[in-house]
Structure formats: structure tokens, C-alpha cells
């Protein structure tokens, strides 16, 4: 019985230190006085264990927790070699990468993966609300569009999104959420349409990325943020409207989705152009896997500019760009689509010259 209590009081002690994080030096204390225990027992009371047993491995365990609790003795045994070894396995940082962890700021979730969350901070986060306009559409027409759509029709029957769900996409906004209703557009909240995505994806997920990329990956936030009167006036209506339908075009068949590591270029130059000199870019791409190319009529192209007459500064290497063009675009070619794992969301290549 005293062994079982023991044993009890044992794997109580060592939930408590892994509850508060204890650092190794407690640990290694509060072992080998388990141990000491185990071995000689406690006053009036008999050994539970003899060195030949337990207590040798107890007594090691101490030890190598004792000396792993000093950082020097620590980082020469441990940390530098593990981290070598890693670094030799582990692939490069691309540019890309490194922007991209480089930019913007963090919540509270990466406090989260750093394994020490403020609780507090998560509490003080105001609870998400919708407006009464919010949850008439959620209830109403998205109610309506899982309503209409067989997962399995679209999925494994047709392969395709069946002309009727675009025509109600389309009719009711679902394009245009996040565009003002300045602009036509339903001026929702990002809250708004994660949940009106998420319970369409919950229906299928196919009918689900039609919504999605003209919302999230389209350029209509952009052009209401930063885009000229002109922009507004000609694309935001009709973005909302389902009138044009946009893509994204980064990934390429050589580089993926590595911006940094693409091969498509943009040279800016000076040309006649329906009669007249203009200046403008001359593009040469390829692109592969791009959601909705097959269907869109406006193409979100990311190419590499270069200015090497300085025609537009002082610099002759302009970086990463998005330009907007009409698929109807001389030189613009969009090819078949694809069928990528079976999807039924229009995708597709596209290139030009």
C-alpha cells in the first residue's frame, strides 16, 4: 500500500512541475529527492527501493537533468548539435518566404505556438458581431445556395458548377462582399464573409472557392483602397455584379507559387499602340493552376518589371507587380481547363506575349 501512495505522490509531483514549466534544475532537485525517499524511506518506515533497482535509474535521471540545467553544458551537448544537424536538412528561406514572415504583425495566436499564451489577451478580444443586414443574407440567400447545390452532382457527375448556381452567385452579390455598397457591392465585414464561405463550403466546397477568390483574391478591395476615380468608376460595379469575373494569375509551371522565383517578365517601353506611342509593358508569361482562369475576363497578372531605359524612375528593376488586364486583351491566350484532384471549380493556364 505505502508503494502505491508513494508511486501516487510521485506522478503527482511530476504533473505539477510540467503544469508550472518548472525549469530543469527543480525537476532535477525534486527527482532525487523522490529517489533519496525510494531508497532510505522516510523516518519509521522501510526502503521501497534499493540502488541495484529504481533508485540507479532515478539517480541518473537526476543527474542528467542537473547538468542539463546549466545553459552552457546545455547548448555544447544539446541545442548546437541538433541545430546543425537540422540546418543541413531543412530547405532555405526563399525571398518570397522571407517577406512574407518578415511583413505585417502577429496576434495572439502565435503566443499560442509559442507555448506561453496571455489568456487574458484572448479574453479582452471583442466577441464577433454581425449586423441584422449580416444575418439576413447568411439565413437567407446563402440558406438558399446550400439548398441548391448536390455535392456529389458537382463533384464526381458533372466535374463543373452548374450554370443556375453561377446565375444566383452572381445575381445576389455573393461576389462583391467585401466592395462598398458605394460601389454596389454588399459592404460586409470580413467576419460576415468567413461565415457565409465557411457554411457554403460546409454544403461544398467547389461552390465555395467560385465565392471565395473573387472576394479574397480578387482585386476589388484593392481597387476601393488604392485605386484612381477612373478604376472605381469602370471595374467596382461590375466586380460586384458578377459582370467580370477575375483570377489570380501568380503560380507558373517552373516556379509554383514562389513570386520571387518566377520567370515572367515585364519590360516597360515605349511602343505605338493603336496609333499612337504609349508607354506601357510589354509582358511575356506563363501561368498554371489558376483558379476561375478558365471563366474570368479579368486577369490579376504577377510578373517581374523591369525598367532598363528608366522610363518611370530612377530604378530599373520595379520588383514584383500586380497588373489588371481584360482577358480580351490582344496576346492574352487562356487554355483548357484543368482538372487539378478531380475539382469542379473552373482552373486552368494561361500565358502571353
Not at 510540467?18 to 532537485?29: E, G, H, K, M, N
Not at 456529389?152 to 443556375?164: Q, T
Amino acid at each position: 500500500m505505502s508503494a502505491l501512495i508513494f508511486l501516487f505522490v510521485c506522478l503527482a509531483a511530476l504533473v505539477w512541475l510540467a503544469l508550472r514549466q518548472a525549469p530543469l534544475s527543480i525537476w532535477a532537485a525534486t527527482i532525487a529527492v523522490l529517489t533519496l525517499i525510494a531508497q532510505f524511506g522516510l523516518p519509521y518506515s522501510e526502503p521501497l527501493v534499493s540502488l541495484a533497482g529504481g533508485a540507479f535509474a532515478g539517480w541518473v535521471v537526476a543527474g542528467v537533468m542537473a547538468a542539463f540545467s546549466i545553459r552552457p553544458v546545455r547548448q555544447a551537448l544539446v541545442i548546437r548539435p541538433a541545430y546543425g544537424a537540422l540546418k543541413k536538412i531543412m530547405p532555405k528561406v526563399s525571398a518570397t518566404e522571407r517577406e512574407a514572415l518578415e511583413a505585417g504583425t502577429i496576434g495572439w495566436d502565435a503566443e499560442l505556438f509559442g507555448g506561453a499564451p496571455d489568456w487574458q489577451r484572448l479574453r479582452d478580444i471583442p466577441p464577433m458581431s454581425l449586423s441584422a443586414e449580416e444575418r439576413a443574407f447568411i439565413d437567407g440567400p446563402t440558406e438558399e445556395l446550400c439548398r441548391m447545390v448536390d455535392d456529389w452532382d458537382i463533384r464526381h457527375i458533372r466535374k463543373d458548377i452548374p450554370e443556375e448556381v453561377w446565375k444566383f452567385v452572381t445575381e445576389n452579390g455573393f461576389l462583391g462582399m467585401l466592395i462598398s455598397k458605394e460601389h454596389g457591392g454588399l459592404g460586409f465585414s470580413a467576419q460576415a464573409q468567413s461565415l457565409i464561405i465557411g457554411k457554403i463550403a460546409s454544403r461544398c466546397p467547389d461552390v465555395a472557392v467560385i465565392v471565395m477568390v473573387p472576394n479574397s483574391l480578387g482585386p476589388g478591395e484593392l481597387i476601393e483602397r488604392y485605386g484612381t476615380d477612373e478604376q472605381k468608376s469602370k471595374y467596382l460595379k461590375r466586380l460586384a455584379r458578377g459582370e467580370e469575373i477575375p483570377c489570380f494569375a501568380l503560380t507558373g509551371p517552373a516556379s509554383g507559387s514562389d513570386a520571387a522565383a518566377m520567370r515572367d517578365i515585364g519590360i516597360v517601353c515605349k511602343q505605338a499602340f493603336e496609333g499612337r506611342e504609349t508607354l506601357g509593358i510589354r509582358l511575356t508569361w506563363e501561368k498554371r493552376y489558376i483558379t476561375l482562369g478558365p471563366n474570368a475576363t479579368l486577369l490579376g497578372l504577377a510578373v517581374e518589371v523591369q525598367d532598363p531605359d528608366l522610363l518611370l524612375g530612377k530604378s530599373k528593376d520595379l520588383g514584383i507587380t500586380v497588373l489588371l488586364i481584360p482577358t480580351s486583351h490582344k496576346g492574352v491566350e487562356i487554355g483548357r481547363r484543368h482538372l487539378p484532384g478531380g475539382v469542379a471549380f473552373p482552373n486552368g493556364p494561361n500565358w502571353g506575349r
